[in-house]
């Protein structure tokens, strides 16, 4: 079936490098997208959003990037703290208050 | 951004005892609420949508029965697990939509049954 998926399990950076995650999707008819960040024991927190009319959306050191030609979504942490370790899930959805299918996620790592 | 509240955030419970876990929408009103469960070092998986004032509606493989879900009033939907035995002990998440998609989530529970 549809999935949402993450190419890598675990990412290690530097404390001041910036991170990259890559999520990959397979349902061509989804059209919103978040990434969350999930500390241990708490539940996710919003990140960032773009929806599928826009390839590149910009929060507080926090990028966005989204290519509906290969199905990819990206989110890049500029200048990485040890407050950004934690597991990131990208998730997808149809349309309005339609169901959110999350990625397997990825845990960042944040070296000092 | 929006204030989904859920409680307890940990629960310990014998084998065979009933467990409910509330979810509030603190600031927004929400006629719909959604229940993830998430296994150690595991994506979330959606167990059901809870819809105000009707039916919840579970996802394949979800035991309705099992997981009795009321969503009451507009920022108030209950999960009680039911007969709970060591296999249903996980994390559950609720959340709920202030607009149309954005999805913000309460803080969690940890369910351990004994």
């Known amino acids: 079936g549809e999935s949402v998926g993450l190419h890598l399990p675990t990412l290690s950076v530097q404390e001041g490098d910036n991170s990259i995650i890559n999520c990959a999707y397979s349902?061509?008819?989804?059209?919103?997208f978040i990434w969350y960040k999930q500390e241990s024991g708490k539940g996710p927190q919003f990140i960032i959003d773009i929806r599928s009319n826009m390839d590149k959306r910009q929060g507080q050191r926090v990028t966005v990037l989204l290519n509906k030609t290969v199905k990819h979504l990206s989110l890049q942490i500029a200048a990485t703290q040890p407050g950004d370790s934690a597991v990131y899930f990208c998730a997808e959805t149809t349309g309005a208050n339609s169901k959110l299918t999350f990625g397997k996620g990825i845990t960042l790592s944040v070296r000092p | 951004g929006a204030v989904v509240s859920q409680h307890p955030s940990w629960v310990i419970c014998k084998s065979g005892t009933s467990v409910k876990i509330e979810c509030r929408s603190l600031d927004f009103q929400a006629t719909t609420m959604f229940w993830y469960r998430q296994f150690p070092k595991q994506s979330l998986m959606l167990m059901a949508t809870s819809n105000e004032g009707s039916k919840a509606t579970y996802e394949q493989g979800v035991e309705k029965d099992k997981f009795l879900i009321n969503h009451a009033s507009l920022t108030l939907s209950t999960l009680t697990v039911t007969s709970a035995h060591p296999e249903d002990s996980s994390f559950y998440i609720c959340s709920a939509r202030p607009t149309a998609e954005k999805l913000f989530f309460g803080s969690g529970t940890q369910l351990s049954v004994l």
């Open positions: 349902n061509s008819a989804s059209d919103y």
